[in-house]
């Protein structure tokens, strides 16, 4: 799935954000990054984000917001269920009431959320605050 890739296009988002830039490019790309940046678009954390070239090399371009304080991959594998994510969420982020824990689920990549809303399990790829 190449984790080695996501956590390096997060690493970059986090650099930029704290180096107050307003936008940042990520190279080499893959579907699970433009998913992952889906959800922090989706839950307010970028702007905006533009694939240019998706079958060749590529490169994903995305506007940041200036909220991200961190963004983590996981690179190693972490298989989770439905009725456990409640409990690895309180362990990985620092507060209740911010952040995300990002899984990729038989139903797509989704967030602590609507994964137990749909009451699904799956690999947790990575989260943010």
């Known amino acids: 799935m190449g984790r080695r890739i996501l956590n390096d296009a997060l690493r970059s988002i986090v650099n930029?954000?704290?180096r107050r830039k307003s936008t940042v490019e990520l190279k080499p790309i893959s579907t699970v990054i433009s998913s992952f940046l889906n959800i922090m678009k989706y839950r307010g954390y970028i702007k905006n984000f533009e694939v240019f070239d998706p079958h060749?090399?590529?490169?994903?371009?995305?506007e940041l917001q200036g909220?991200?304080?961190d963004c983590r991959a996981l690179t190693y594998r972490q298989d989770i269920k439905a009725k456990d994510i409640?409990?690895?969420k309180t362990l990985k982020?620092?507060?209740h009431q911010?952040?995300?824990v990002v899984i990729s689920t038989p139903n797509g990549v989704l967030d602590?959320?609507?994964a137990i809303r749909r009451n699904v399990g799956g690999q947790v790829l990575g989260?943010?605050?």
């Open 67 to 69: 909220r991200v304080n």
């Open 112 to 114: 602590h959320e609507e």
């Open 56 to 62: 060749r090399v590529g490169k994903i371009s995305v």
């Open 93 to 95: 982020l620092p507060t």
């Open 98 to 100: 911010w952040g995300y």
């Open 16 to 18: 930029a954000e704290k």
């Open 127 to 129: 989260y943010f605050h």
């Open 86 to 88: 409640e409990k690895y």
